[in-house]
């Protein structure tokens, strides 16, 4: 998901399309004035044959291509559930966060949209999200569906805000032949970060003046998490939703000691080093390892070459798996006038949807384990069963740590990870710089509670 930056006059102008747009249509499905209470008001029987249909709204990032598969399995929902109506507004990706947030503010958003984890969690701190604790308390065998520990990220303050549907996972695409001709077994779950660099330093060359890298990647402090949570130390940030602190622990010290150590022999890119083109390279059989997500998968069974023989594995251990992983999903306004339909909706959309349209286009699992294994299957199919085993694997680790941070405060911290990680990776800075980083971050958390 990217979030490109416009300027404020750019915002406005879209708002005004996107009111206009759904002035008709957004959250008033009846026509009705809003209401703004999330309570969940009486049952309503959606299906009575005299009552006129509930129209749900809904607007989702993807391609048209993707929209229609969406919709055509929409209309078998619409089939069994003969008193809803789902439409689908189409919107172009490109400005979609800020169109969103537009038509939350001007209470015009549609009954269902989709967001990233971190969206909705700022969205809902505002208090512009319908929060469903009541549809999921009563509904515990659908909620018990999804993979352990996914849903947590999308409680705010013990109130449901939204569903996770799809997940994007982190692990190492790496190069089958290459670790063959260098007589290095083939990295598997479980591996070891004593493996890992023993193979980025055999993997690494230079010939005719060009470097060749073991491992492309540029690892930041959520990654470095990974090895101090493995080793037995505290993670980077204490918690996913709302972290109250980073530390740096002397297991993260470890961690980065190891990358700055394999940065400095050439065993691994720089973190200034252009990875732009990372992927094109290594359909060209010149990039041993390189840390990915998951959808990069579906572009190489699709377009790499023929005899390229590739895997995914996940991220090397200490002693315990620890992993990352993103959601994005949906998410409702507070203005929702018909929530019992909706929740159907969304219901449908984690589970059936997702089954019928991800062997189409296999490009993340769901969150909801059912619907995931549509997704492996088709993974199977275009003879990668490798690929869903490990996607499946770091989905079930015991330990999840965040990809990055997801509170309103994330934009006053970054700046002080940019002014200090890359120098010390570099060995430009001092490790000690990472206390002060740290120090600074933990300023902000205070400031902002």
Not at 151 to 175: E, S
Not at 299 to 326: H, K, M
Not at 387 to 415: C, M
Request: with cysteine.
């Amino acid at each position: 998901m990217k979030k490109g930056k416009r300027s404020w006059l750019s915002g406005i102008v879209v708002l005004l399309l996107a009111i206009s747009m759904l002035a008709a249509c957004g959250a008033n499905n009846n026509g009705e004035e809003s209401s703004d209470s999330g309570t969940t008001p009486a049952p309503q029987n959606v299906n009575q044959s005299d009552a006129k249909p509930i129209e749900v709204t809904m607007i989702t990032w993807e391609s048209a291509a993707m929209n229609e598969k969406i919709i055509a399995s929409m209309k078998k929902f619409e089939d069994e559930n003969p008193g809803i109506n789902v439409k689908l507004i189409p919107t172009p990706l490109d400005n979609y966060g800020v169109k969103i947030n537009g038509m939350l503010t001007a209470k015009q958003a549609p009954d269902i949209f989709m967001t990233g984890n971190d969206m909705a969690l700022d969205n809902g701190a505002k208090g512009l999200l319908y929060e469903w604790t009541e549809h999921a308390s009563a509904d515990s065998d659908f909620m018990g569906g999804f993979y352990r520990g996914v849903v947590d990220g999308w409680y705010l303050d013990d109130k449901l805000i939204g569903l996770p549907g799809l997940l994007n996972t982190y692990g190492i695409f790496y190069n089958k032949k290459v670790f063959r001709d260098a007589g290095l077994p083939e990295p598997k779950a479980g591996w070891t970060y004593d493996h890992f660099f023993e193979a980025m330093q055999k993997l690494s060359s230079t010939q005719n003046g060009v470097q060749q890298f073991g491992y492309y990647a540029s690892p930041d402090p959520f990654h470095m998490s990974l090895y101090s949570v493995s080793a037995g130390g505290a993670p980077f940030a204490n918690g996913i939703v709302n972290p109250t602190k980073v530390e740096i622990s002397p297991a993260f010290i470890e961690g980065v000691e190891k990358y700055k150590a394999a940065i400095k022999n050439g065993y691994m890119n720089p973190p200034t080093y252009d990875l732009s083109n990372v992927m094109s390279s290594f359909k060209e059989g010149k990039v041993p390892m390189t840390l990915q997500g998951q959808w990069v998968a579906d572009d190489l069974i699709r377009t790499a070459p023929a005899d390229l023989e590739w895997g995914f594995v996940p991220q090397p251990v200490v002693n315990s798996q620890s992993e990352i992983y993103d959601a994005v999903g949906w998410s409702s306004p507070s203005t929702i006038k018909n929530p019992d339909a909706v929740w159907k909706v969304l219901k449908y959309l984690d589970s059936k949807m997702y089954e019928e349209v991800l062997p189409q286009t296999p490009v993340a699992p769901a969150a909801f384990k059912a619907s995931a294994s549509a997704y492996f299957k088709a993974l199977e199919s275009a003879g990668h069963p490798d690929v869903g085993e490990t996607i499946d694997h770091i989905l079930n680790s015991p330990d999840i740590q965040p990809v990055r941070f997801l509170t309103s405060w994330s934009g006053k911290a970054y700046p002080f990870i940019e002014a200090s990680w890359k120098n010390v990776l570099m060995s430009k800075a001092e490790i000690s710089d990472l206390n002060e980083m740290a120090e600074k971050i933990n300023k902000v958390i205070s400031s902002s509670r």
